[in-house]
């Protein structure tokens, strides 16, 4: 069964830096393409960025690019996401993801990243 | 905004039909597949529907997808309470280069 757990969610400061990660498990990650999805607060869902399996392929969102960086270690099923700079609307739960659109999709629960002072 | 439009929100009464379509281009829509996910009030985004109309492992036939041109449609027939939730489709953008999600639609079971 495929499993996705996010964590690094936190209450950071506008300007300030945050990772987040994400433990893969229940399927060969080193072959997957993986995503990172938002959703602020009432909204809907937003594609932030996405990696290809062997790390050499990068996409970001345009309201995220050069303040994000989308990273994965393949030798520990894990995925990345460095945020920096971060502003008040980059408040949302950032879910991790495998295909998140168009593919056989998986999703984890999601990390809360709050941006404020 | 979302390059994909979708309708706030479709209603319908217990066991019947509702559809739910996804807009887009032919940048996205037209020429990659199509997903649809649902998310119940609290809850992470669940699939139901990939590469434009194969149902994942437990998702029950009531919930079907087709797409034609740069359009895409979920259905979902015997409407359940359980079936209150937001939809979304998502597919990638040629152009953009960048995943895009629609804008999400609303269901009520009235």
């Known amino acids: 069964e495929v499993h996705l757990v996010e964590s690094g969610g936190d209450l950071v400061q506008p300007g300030g830096s945050l990772r987040l990660s994400c433990a893969a498990s229940?399927?060969?990650?080193?072959?997957?393409?993986m995503d990172w999805v938002r959703q602020a607060p009432g909204k809907g869902l937003e594609w932030v960025a996405n990696i290809k399996k062997d790390g050499s392929e990068k996409h970001y969102v345009d309201s995220v690019k050069g303040r994000f960086t989308i990273s994965r270690d393949n030798a520990k099923n894990s995925l990345y996401l460095q945020m920096n700079n971060l502003r008040a609307e980059d408040t949302a739960v950032y879910y991790c993801?495998?295909?998140?659109?168009?593919?056989?999709?998986?999703w984890g629960q999601g990390t809360l990243v709050t941006v404020s002072s | 905004q979302s390059v994909l439009t979708q309708p706030p929100s479709v209603s319908a009464a217990p066991g019947q039909k509702v559809t739910i379509s996804c807009s887009g281009s032919?940048?996205?829509?037209?020429?990659?597949?199509v997903s649809w996910h649902q998310q119940l009030p609290g809850t992470a985004p669940k699939l139901l529907i990939y590469?434009?109309?194969k149902r994942p492992s437990g998702i029950p036939d009531r919930f079907s997808g087709s797409k034609s041109g740069t359009s895409a449609t979920l259905g979902i027939t015997g409407l359940q309470t359980g079936d209150e939730a937001d939809y979304y489709c998502g597919t990638w953008d040629n152009s953009l280069n960048t995943g895009v999600f629609g804008t999400g639609t609303k269901v009520t079971v009235l």
């Open positions: 590469e434009n109309s």
């Open positions: 229940g399927f060969t990650f080193s072959n997957s393409w």
């Open positions: 993801a495998k295909d998140a659109v168009g593919g056989e999709g998986y």
């Open positions: 032919s940048s996205n829509i037209e020429n990659n597949y």
